[in-house]
């Protein structure tokens, strides 16, 4: 059974960066996508973006030009980067396991159990 | 950019159908998916391709489609089917965005 466990500081100061990784168990990463989501406390998911074991990326528009995600293989891991961070940013971060469905379409098996980061000084 | 519809809250009594549709202009092109997630809990996935039920999720739930609008179909509902409901699908671009409708709650009344 394929585990996800985020992990990071829960607390993050305005207009720092906040750094999350995922570590994947019960499976290899590779060969699939990967993805962060995340949901304010009371409000509706949003997807930040995705990245392959090859390392190519795909970001939510919205969020593009401050995130930057990456894997490593070697440790079953991925992370997640989020700059110039405001208290909007504060929310539920998940980390998640994206596949193709035969016939198109993309959708989330796997998720983890989600964390707190809370953008305050 | 692409967005998802969906009714903020939906209200049933035990026994009864409860029906959550989700409106964008791609889904004539894209599958819906829809996601169950209860209170300080991860989203579950209950049907995926409009309207395929993954293993483990009751029969009660069905999921159909036509043009624009899909809907989550929940038969004979159970007070343990409160929860918010997402669907989510993709945008057609090359890069595929992924979109979430703004969620429903289901309340058992």
């Known amino acids: 059974q394929v585990q996800l466990q985020e992990s990071g500081p829960g607390l993050v100061k305005p207009s720092e960066t906040l750094s999350l990784t995922c570590t994947v168990s019960?499976?290899?990463?590779?060969?699939?996508?990967w993805s962060w989501i995340r949901q304010p406390a009371g409000k509706g998911l949003e997807w930040i973006g995705r990245?392959?074991?090859?390392?190519?990326?795909n970001y939510n528009p919205s969020l593009k030009s401050r995130v930057t995600m990456s894997v490593d293989t070697s440790k079953n891991q991925f992370s997640l980067k989020l700059s110039s961070v405001t208290a909007a940013d504060t929310a539920v971060y998940y980390c998640?396991?994206?596949?193709?469905?035969?016939?198109?379409?993309?959708?989330?098996?796997?998720w983890g159990q989600g964390t707190l980061v809370t953008v305050s000084s | 950019s692409y967005e998802l519809t969906q009714p903020p809250s939906v209200s049933v009594s035990p026994g009864q159908t409860a029906r959550i549709t989700c409106s964008g202009d791609?889904?004539?092109?894209?599958?819906a998916y829809w996601y169950q997630q209860k209170p300080g809990q991860a989203p579950v996935l209950v049907i995926y391709?409009?309207?395929e039920r993954p293993s483990g999720i009751p029969e009660r739930f069905s999921g159909s489609s036509s043009g624009t609008t899909v809907t989550l179909t929940i038969s004979g509902v159970q007070a343990e089917d409160e929860a918010d409901y997402y669907c989510?699908?993709?945008?057609?671009?090359?890069?595929?965005?992924?979109?979430f409708g703004g969620g429903t709650k289901l309340t058992v009344l």
């Open positions: 791609a889904l004539p092109k894209q599958y």
């Open positions: 391709k409009d309207s």
């Open positions: 019960g499976g290899s990463i590779s060969s699939y996508y």
């Open positions: 990245i392959y074991t090859s390392g190519s990326t």
């Open positions: 998640a396991r994206e596949r193709v469905a035969v016939g198109g379409g993309l959708y989330f098996d796997y």
């Open positions: 989510q699908s993709a945008d057609s671009s090359g890069t595929y965005v992924v979109v």
